[in-house]
């Protein structure tokens, strides 16, 4: 059974940095599209970052440059964040998606975590 467990959210300022984590189970990671996804009150999900099979990385325009996306040999999924905004504050989710395609369409994901908090203060 696929199981993801996010941790590394908090409260921060703004400029600040936070990493996030996934600890992925239940199956071989690497052969299937991993994502970072984000949701916001009153806001719908969207995607923030993405790595598929090949190791290839996608960033919302939002994030790039400030955002990393990265996975270790031991199943876990990271998100570095730096130079954090208030517009950052979400709930952050990992997410297990296909092994053929790889977007940022939630509806292709099927499995998720149950999500970490992440608070930018100005």
């Known amino acids: 059974q696929v199981r993801l467990v996010e941790s590394g959210g908090g409260s921060v300022q703004s400029g600040g940095s936070l990493r996030l984590s996934c600890a992925v189970s239940g199956y071989m990671y690497k052969s299937y599209c991993m994502g970072w996804f984000r949701q916001a009150p009153g806001k719908e999900r969207e995607g923030v970052a993405r790595i598929n099979s090949y190791g290839t990385t996608f960033y919302v325009d939002s994030v790039k440059g400030r955002f990393t996306i990265s996975r270790d040999n031991a199943n876990t999924l990271f998100l570095q964040m730096n130079s954090l905004k208030p517009e950052d504050t979400a709930m952050y989710y990992c997410?297990?998606?296909?092994?053929?395609?790889?977007?940022?369409?939630?509806?292709?994901?099927?499995?998720w975590g149950q999500g970490t908090q992440v608070t930018v203060s100005s």
């Open positions: 997410a297990s998606g296909g092994v053929a395609s790889c977007d940022f369409l939630p509806g292709t994901y099927n499995s």
